[in-house]
Protein backbone atom coordinates (compact mmCIF):
# COMPACT_ATOMS: atom_id res chain seq x y z
CA UNK A 1 0.00 0.00 0.00
CA UNK A 2 1.87 2.68 -0.80
CA UNK A 3 -1.05 5.94 -1.63
CA UNK A 4 -1.91 7.75 1.50
CA UNK A 5 -5.15 9.07 -1.00
CA UNK A 6 -7.13 5.47 -1.38
CA UNK A 7 -10.43 5.36 0.66
CA UNK A 8 -12.65 2.40 0.48
CA UNK A 9 -15.39 2.72 -2.17
CA UNK A 10 -18.83 4.35 -1.15
CA UNK A 11 -20.54 1.18 -2.58
CA UNK A 12 -19.91 -2.14 -2.57
CA UNK A 13 -18.55 -4.30 -4.76
CA UNK A 14 -20.12 -6.99 -7.14
CA UNK A 15 -20.09 -10.14 -4.29
CA UNK A 16 -22.39 -13.39 -4.10
CA UNK A 17 -22.92 -16.29 -1.43
CA UNK A 18 -22.37 -19.89 -2.45
CA UNK A 19 -24.01 -22.97 -0.51
CA UNK A 20 -22.89 -26.32 -1.35
CA UNK A 21 -26.00 -28.35 -1.59
CA UNK A 22 -25.54 -31.05 -4.10
CA UNK A 23 -24.89 -33.83 -1.84
CA UNK A 24 -27.77 -32.68 0.67
CA UNK A 25 -30.30 -32.96 -2.27
CA UNK A 26 -32.38 -36.13 -3.27
CA UNK A 27 -29.50 -38.19 -5.02
CA UNK A 28 -29.97 -38.19 -8.86
CA UNK A 29 -31.55 -34.45 -8.89
CA UNK A 30 -28.96 -33.28 -11.72
CA UNK A 31 -29.45 -36.43 -14.03
CA UNK A 32 -33.25 -35.80 -13.35
CA UNK A 33 -33.67 -32.32 -14.23
CA UNK A 34 -30.88 -32.77 -17.14
CA UNK A 35 -33.82 -35.85 -18.08
CA UNK A 36 -36.32 -32.92 -18.46
CA UNK A 37 -34.46 -30.51 -20.20
CA UNK A 38 -33.76 -33.18 -22.57
CA UNK A 39 -37.55 -33.74 -22.94
CA UNK A 40 -39.11 -30.14 -22.45
CA UNK A 41 -36.22 -27.66 -23.90
CA UNK A 42 -37.81 -24.98 -26.14
CA UNK A 43 -35.12 -22.70 -28.14
CA UNK A 44 -35.65 -19.47 -28.36
CA UNK A 45 -34.06 -16.70 -30.03
CA UNK A 46 -33.84 -13.71 -27.71
CA UNK A 47 -33.99 -10.24 -29.32
CA UNK A 48 -32.91 -7.13 -26.96
CA UNK A 49 -35.96 -5.88 -26.07
CA UNK A 50 -36.66 -5.28 -22.43
CA UNK A 51 -34.92 -2.65 -20.70
CA UNK A 52 -32.83 -4.85 -18.63
CA UNK A 53 -31.06 -5.90 -21.88
CA UNK A 54 -27.59 -4.82 -22.37
CA UNK A 55 -27.00 -5.84 -25.61
CA UNK A 56 -26.35 -4.58 -29.26
CA UNK A 57 -30.57 -3.29 -30.70
CA UNK A 58 -29.73 -6.19 -33.65
CA UNK A 59 -28.55 -8.99 -31.68
CA UNK A 60 -30.09 -12.34 -31.96
CA UNK A 61 -28.90 -15.05 -29.63
CA UNK A 62 -30.28 -18.49 -29.66
CA UNK A 63 -31.02 -20.05 -25.90
CA UNK A 64 -32.32 -23.63 -24.26
CA UNK A 65 -35.15 -23.21 -21.40
CA UNK A 66 -37.51 -24.86 -19.88
CA UNK A 67 -40.47 -22.76 -18.49
CA UNK A 68 -41.57 -22.70 -14.40
CA UNK A 69 -44.65 -23.59 -15.82
CA UNK A 70 -43.44 -27.25 -17.60
CA UNK A 71 -41.11 -27.42 -14.11
CA UNK A 72 -43.99 -27.67 -12.02
CA UNK A 73 -45.25 -30.54 -13.93
CA UNK A 74 -42.01 -32.57 -14.82
CA UNK A 75 -40.67 -31.32 -11.39
CA UNK A 76 -42.46 -30.18 -9.16
CA UNK A 77 -40.22 -30.58 -6.18
CA UNK A 78 -38.05 -27.57 -7.77
CA UNK A 79 -41.06 -25.32 -6.32
CA UNK A 80 -40.78 -26.81 -2.94
CA UNK A 81 -37.33 -25.72 -2.92
CA UNK A 82 -37.85 -22.41 -4.41
CA UNK A 83 -40.76 -21.98 -1.47
CA UNK A 84 -38.89 -23.57 0.79
CA UNK A 85 -35.31 -24.51 2.03
CA UNK A 86 -34.06 -22.47 -0.97
CA UNK A 87 -35.87 -19.23 -0.12
CA UNK A 88 -34.92 -19.55 3.63
CA UNK A 89 -30.97 -20.10 2.28
CA UNK A 90 -31.47 -17.12 0.60
CA UNK A 91 -32.76 -14.88 3.30
CA UNK A 92 -29.80 -15.71 5.08
CA UNK A 93 -27.58 -13.66 2.77
CA UNK A 94 -30.45 -11.04 2.24
CA UNK A 95 -31.38 -8.08 4.62
CA UNK A 96 -35.39 -8.56 4.39
CA UNK A 97 -38.07 -11.21 3.28
CA UNK A 98 -37.78 -13.03 0.11
CA UNK A 99 -40.84 -12.96 -2.24
CA UNK A 100 -42.04 -15.55 -4.65
CA UNK A 101 -43.25 -14.45 -7.83
CA UNK A 102 -47.04 -14.26 -8.82
CA UNK A 103 -46.83 -16.87 -11.50
CA UNK A 104 -44.89 -20.13 -12.18
CA UNK A 105 -42.66 -18.52 -15.21
CA UNK A 106 -41.39 -15.67 -13.69
CA UNK A 107 -40.31 -18.00 -10.39
CA UNK A 108 -37.93 -21.05 -12.16
CA UNK A 109 -36.46 -21.87 -15.05
CA UNK A 110 -34.17 -24.51 -16.52
CA UNK A 111 -31.47 -22.85 -19.19
CA UNK A 112 -29.08 -25.16 -20.96
CA UNK A 113 -26.02 -24.17 -22.89
CA UNK A 114 -24.95 -27.16 -25.23
CA UNK A 115 -22.33 -26.42 -28.28
CA UNK A 116 -20.49 -23.23 -28.79
CA UNK A 117 -22.91 -21.08 -30.27
CA UNK A 118 -25.39 -20.23 -27.42
CA UNK A 119 -24.52 -17.58 -24.52
CA UNK A 120 -27.27 -16.33 -22.09
CA UNK A 121 -27.59 -12.85 -22.98
CA UNK A 122 -25.97 -9.56 -21.52
CA UNK A 123 -28.58 -7.97 -18.59
CA UNK A 124 -29.08 -6.36 -15.50
CA UNK A 125 -31.25 -8.47 -12.87
CA UNK A 126 -35.07 -6.75 -12.06
CA UNK A 127 -35.43 -9.03 -8.92
CA UNK A 128 -33.37 -8.33 -5.78
CA UNK A 129 -32.43 -11.84 -5.38
CA UNK A 130 -31.23 -14.37 -7.74
CA UNK A 131 -30.96 -18.14 -6.59
CA UNK A 132 -29.25 -20.29 -9.18
CA UNK A 133 -28.50 -24.54 -8.65
CA UNK A 134 -25.68 -25.13 -10.87
CA UNK A 135 -26.40 -28.70 -12.52
CA UNK A 136 -23.38 -28.65 -14.27
CA UNK A 137 -19.42 -27.87 -14.09
CA UNK A 138 -17.82 -25.23 -16.03
CA UNK A 139 -13.90 -24.61 -16.12
CA UNK A 140 -11.74 -22.40 -17.90
CA UNK A 141 -11.27 -25.69 -20.41
CA UNK A 142 -15.16 -26.25 -20.91
CA UNK A 143 -15.81 -21.79 -20.66
CA UNK A 144 -19.49 -21.31 -19.29
CA UNK A 145 -18.39 -18.65 -17.02
CA UNK A 146 -20.55 -16.07 -15.62
CA UNK A 147 -19.07 -13.11 -16.61
CA UNK A 148 -20.10 -9.78 -14.50
CA UNK A 149 -19.30 -6.19 -14.79
CA UNK A 150 -17.22 -4.87 -11.73
CA UNK A 151 -18.35 -1.24 -13.34
CA UNK A 152 -21.74 -0.24 -12.61
CA UNK A 153 -22.01 1.82 -15.86
CA UNK A 154 -21.41 -1.51 -18.20
CA UNK A 155 -24.20 -1.06 -20.62
CA UNK A 156 -22.68 -3.97 -23.40
CA UNK A 157 -20.87 -6.90 -23.73
CA UNK A 158 -17.72 -4.85 -24.79
CA UNK A 159 -18.69 -2.65 -21.77
CA UNK A 160 -18.47 -6.07 -19.52
CA UNK A 161 -15.83 -7.75 -21.38
CA UNK A 162 -13.31 -4.41 -20.61
CA UNK A 163 -13.19 -4.96 -16.78
CA UNK A 164 -15.06 -8.54 -15.69
CA UNK A 165 -15.23 -10.64 -12.65
CA UNK A 166 -15.52 -14.66 -14.37
CA UNK A 167 -17.31 -17.00 -11.93
CA UNK A 168 -16.83 -20.70 -13.21
CA UNK A 169 -19.87 -22.51 -11.42
CA UNK A 170 -19.53 -26.14 -10.29
CA UNK A 171 -22.40 -28.81 -10.07
CA UNK A 172 -24.51 -28.95 -7.26
CA UNK A 173 -23.47 -25.21 -6.19
CA UNK A 174 -26.22 -22.90 -5.33
CA UNK A 175 -25.48 -19.17 -6.00
CA UNK A 176 -27.25 -16.08 -4.76
CA UNK A 177 -26.79 -12.68 -5.45
CA UNK A 178 -28.28 -9.30 -6.06
CA UNK A 179 -26.72 -8.08 -10.05
CA UNK A 180 -29.18 -5.25 -10.23
CA UNK A 181 -26.24 -3.00 -10.79
CA UNK A 182 -24.06 -5.17 -12.27
CA UNK A 183 -24.61 -6.33 -16.00
CA UNK A 184 -24.04 -9.78 -16.69
CA UNK A 185 -23.77 -12.88 -19.54
CA UNK A 186 -22.80 -16.43 -19.58
CA UNK A 187 -20.19 -17.06 -22.21
CA UNK A 188 -20.19 -19.50 -24.71
CA UNK A 189 -18.82 -22.70 -24.24
CA UNK A 190 -15.34 -23.76 -25.71
CA UNK A 191 -16.22 -27.51 -26.44
CA UNK A 192 -18.77 -29.14 -28.65
CA UNK A 193 -19.94 -31.74 -26.20
CA UNK A 194 -19.73 -29.18 -23.33
CA UNK A 195 -23.18 -28.78 -21.63
CA UNK A 196 -23.82 -26.31 -19.10
CA UNK A 197 -27.23 -26.11 -17.33
CA UNK A 198 -28.82 -24.05 -14.58
CA UNK A 199 -31.70 -24.09 -12.64
CA UNK A 200 -32.87 -20.27 -12.13
CA UNK A 201 -35.14 -18.93 -9.56
CA UNK A 202 -36.33 -15.50 -8.77
CA UNK A 203 -36.95 -13.54 -5.71
CA UNK A 204 -38.61 -10.06 -5.02
CA UNK A 205 -38.67 -7.98 -1.79
CA UNK A 206 -40.49 -5.98 0.34
CA UNK A 207 -37.86 -2.93 -1.08
CA UNK A 208 -38.14 -4.03 -4.19
CA UNK A 209 -41.56 -6.01 -4.91
CA UNK A 210 -42.34 -7.74 -8.18
CA UNK A 211 -44.58 -4.66 -9.50
CA UNK A 212 -40.91 -3.20 -10.48
CA UNK A 213 -40.61 -6.41 -13.00
CA UNK A 214 -39.99 -4.06 -16.28
CA UNK A 215 -42.93 -4.52 -18.92
CA UNK A 216 -41.83 -6.88 -21.71
CA UNK A 217 -39.60 -8.71 -19.82
CA UNK A 218 -42.34 -12.16 -19.78
CA UNK A 219 -42.82 -11.69 -23.94
CA UNK A 220 -39.35 -11.92 -24.52
CA UNK A 221 -38.65 -14.66 -22.21
CA UNK A 222 -41.67 -17.09 -22.85
CA UNK A 223 -43.23 -16.40 -26.06
CA UNK A 224 -42.96 -19.09 -28.73
O1 LIG B 1 -26.60 -18.92 -15.69
C1 LIG B 1 -26.03 -18.08 -15.01
O2 LIG B 1 -24.94 -18.30 -14.46
C2 LIG B 1 -26.64 -16.69 -14.82
C3 LIG B 1 -28.09 -16.60 -15.26
C4 LIG B 1 -28.66 -15.23 -15.04
O3 LIG B 1 -27.98 -14.25 -15.07
C5 LIG B 1 -30.10 -15.07 -14.79
O4 LIG B 1 -30.83 -16.06 -14.81
O5 LIG B 1 -30.55 -13.92 -14.55
FE1 LIG C 1 -29.09 -12.46 -14.40
Known sequence: ???????????????????????????????ALLAVAREH???????????????VA??????????????????????????????????????????????????????????I????????????MQGLLYLTTCTEETGGALVVARDRAARTVADVDADAL???PAKGQLYF??????AHYVEPLRRPDAVRAVLTMNYYSPSCPETQRPAGLDEQLFSR
Open 117 to 128: TMRYPCHVDSNP
Open 166 to 168: RIY
Open 1 to 31: MTSTAWRPPLELPFHWHAYDVGHLLPEDWAE
Open 41 to 55: AVRRVFRPTMTTARE
Open 58 to 115: DVRIPMHSVDGEVLRRAAPWTFELYSGWFKELGERTAEEKLQETSTDNRALSLNIQDG
Open 177 to 182: FDARRH
